[in-house]
Structure formats: C-alpha cells, structure tokens
C-alpha cells in the first residue's frame, strides 16, 4: 500500500514537469565558428536604441539581425557585441526564429519559441515556450530547450505552457530519422561479397535504393523591415571619438 508521503511526493513530482534529456544531435552539429569576426548587421520597423560606444542596443518590429551565417527573427531583440566580437541576444516573438549553419558542413541548426536567449560566447541557445530544435528532419519540441551549439549536446525539460500559450506541456517530444550510412536499413539484408573485394546490398535494397531525402523545408521565415538599409556592426571598427 503506497503510503501518504510517498502520494505527496509522487504528485509533487508530477507538479513540477521535470522532464530532462541531455543527448547529443548527429556528429557535427557544431555552429559555424567563422560567424564571430564577421559584421553584426540588423534591421527593424521601429525606432531603435543603440549605443554605439558600448554595442548595445534595442530593436523592435520584425527585427532581423545577422551576423554571417546566423540569423534570428523576432518582434523584439535586445542585442549586444561581445569583446571577442560574438553576438548575444535575448529575442521575443510569437515565434522568435533562430538559425545557424554548422561547422565545416552545408546543414543548419534552428530553433523555434516565444523567447529566444542566445550567448554568443558560449554558443549557448536557450528556448523559452513552444520550443522547437531541428537539424535537418531530426527534431526535439518541449517548452524550456537548452542546446549548446559547440559541442551539440542538448537539454530539453518538460514544463507547463504558460497562460494563453499552447505548446507540447509536460512532454518533451522527439524524433531522430535513421541515419543515411545506418549499415540495415529497413528493407535490407546484411551485404554480400561480390567476389570483387567489396559488397553490395542484398534484397530489394539494391534495386530500392535511392538517393537521400534532402532535410525538411525551413517555415518561412519573417522578412526584412521594407524599405530599411540594414545598420552594421564591424568586429574591427569603432566609431569616432566625440
């Protein structure tokens, strides 16, 4: 018979959602590491609030900031300039779009939320409120995800959708594709030598064989403001001394 405290504990468990993974995205999730001495340029419909003496500032309306491959679009972006030349960001949006190209590879990481804080220092991403990370068709949905873009690992907590939001709740959601150098895929028996120093498939999967699926499309993302020439911040240039 379950005793008193072990119900309470139990429930209280169940109250605080805390469903945590720490896994690792496919080899090479790492971002691009070039992004950081490239320019930070951003664009905005509103009026916007920046000083240029400390790098910071404060965009609004369909903002979209850049910094070589890495874009976030947002209703809103408070944005800084590392020492190191790094971006960091803290978006909102309804959804904040956040993407990356990785390292020494064609592919992108993105991510998806109602709140978006990216470290550019220690390429860390956090989403905040239906939260959705994808590299390619691989993809995790939770409400809090944690995803460190220099050693791809990542961390996703199920957690209750906040008033007026609707997202995946207490459940975090994933989903890994069978990877294209996977040495069974469905369908296909184990390899036979050919008698020529190397195999071939056996089954239908020699005649089923195809090329790969290329990754899913990207949602379309918000444009940039119309009719704005987009503000820039060089690694290498200061603005002139008062």
């Known amino acids: 018979m379950i ?35 490239k320019p930070i340029s951003f664009t905005a419909e509103q009026p916007a609030q920046v000083d240029f003496q400390k790098r910071v500032g404060t965009l609004r309306g369909n903002v979209v900031i850049t910094q070589g491959t890495l874009t976030i679009h947002a209703d809103r972006i408070d944005f800084k300039q590392n020492p190191d030349n ?11 779009s956040f993407r990356q190209k990785k390292d ?34 691989d993809e995790i949905r939770s409400n809090y995800i944690s995803y460190n873009a220099a050693t791809g690992i990542f961390k996703a907590e199920g957690r209750p959708d906040q008033p007026g939001v609707e997202g995946p709740g207490s459940r975090v959601q994933g989903v890994f594709q069978p990877r294209s150098d996977s040495p069974l895929l469905p369908g296909q028996g ?28 990207v949602p379309p993302a918000r444009g940039d403001a119309r009719g704005a020439a987009p503000l820039v ?10």
């Open 190 to 217: 184990p390899a036979k030598d050919n008698g020529k120093g190397s195999t071939t498939p056996s089954g239908d999967a020699a005649k089923d064989a195809q090329p790969a699926t290329p990754a899913g499309s």
């Open 3 to 37: 005793e008193p405290a072990q119900r309470s504990r139990a429930r209280h468990a169940l109250a605080t959602l805390a469903l945590a993974a720490a896994l690792a995205l496919p080899a090479g999730a790492r971002a691009e590491k070039a992004d950081r001495d």
């Open 86 to 96: 790094s971006l960091s960001a803290t978006a909102w949006g309804n959804p904040v």
């Open 104 to 137: 020494a590879s064609d592919e992108y990481f993105e991510g998806y939320a109602q709140k978006a804080v990216y470290d550019g220092q220690t390429q860390t991403l956090e989403l905040f409120d239906r939260a959705l990370l994808k590299q390619g068709s």
């Open 233 to 242: 911040l060089t690694p290498d240039t200061k603005p002139p001394a008062k």
